[in-house]
């Protein structure tokens, strides 16, 4: 069971995905503005935000944005728009994970249990060492010899997945399932953008690699370069 706020302007949905969310033994705050949401899930600290897009008051990416400048806590974005490029920005906008209109409230509900399971995992909130490379999980930090680093949400997800499991090679079929959500699609250069950005502010390159090493046609790996 789950505290669970829902923003959506369309009636219909709102009030359909509010009465089997709470026939399952949710606790269901349910929003049809943006902004009324936006203070809802910032003053009640819900469990998890399930974000419509299309609001009639302000963009959804907006609301997301402003959650996100403020609060860690759980969005999952409702689009009708399946591009892979608005899903992507999304994610990289602060989304945990994406439902695409129309949904069934199985679908929903797996998703918001598979959200809080993976947020749950003691695993994740440990600050993880290596080298002179420090990623604290549950603060989303990570340092580099002292100084902290100014990473993207989707930058420090794919370093906090890779640290991990340090010294083994994850492929990017995988990265793109557990950091970018999208099991059956996405495209490797969406991971190949987001690790050159992430080996720029580690300070290497490709052809000078520190921290991240890339197998050829296999996937990439964190190791301790100072071992
Ligand atoms: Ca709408």
Do not use: C, G, L, M
């Given at each position: 069971m789950a505290s669970i706020l829902i923003i959506e302007d369309d009636q219909r949905i709102r009030e359909r995905i509010t009465r089997a969310l709470a026939e399952r033994g949710h606790a269901i705050d349910a929003r049809r503005s943006g902004f009324e949401g936006l203070s809802v899930a910032l003053e009640e600290q819900p469990d998890v935000v399930v974000l419509d897009l299309g609001l009639p008051d302000i963009d959804g990416t907006e609301v997301l944005k402003m959650i996100r400048a403020v609060s860690n806590v759980p969005v999952i974005v409702a689009t009708a728009r399946s591009e892979e490029s608005t899903i992507v920005s999304l994610l990289d906008a602060g989304a945990d994970d994406y439902v695409i209109k129309p949904y069934s409230v199985d679908h929903l509900e797996a998703r918001i249990r598979a959200l809080l399971r993976r947020l749950d995992d003691?695993?994740?909130?440990a600050v993880i060492t290596i080298g002179g490379l420090v990623i604290d999980r549950s603060g989303r930090e990570a340092s580099l010899d002292g100084m902290e680093l100014d990473l993207s949400r989707k930058e420090f997800d794919l370093l906090a997945h890779l640290a991990g499991r340090i010294g083994e090679v994850i492929s990017k079929r995988e990265l793109l399932a557990?950091?970018?959500?999208e099991p059956y699609g996405g495209s490797d250069s969406t991971i190949d953008v987001h690790l050159s950005w992430l080996r720029r502010k580690l300070g290497e390159?490709?052809?000078?690699?520190?921290?991240l090493r890339t197998v050829r046609g296999v996937g990439v790996k964190l190791i301790d370069p100072t071992a």
């Open positions: 003691p695993a994740a909130s557990e950091v970018w959500r390159s490709a052809a000078e690699p520190r921290y």
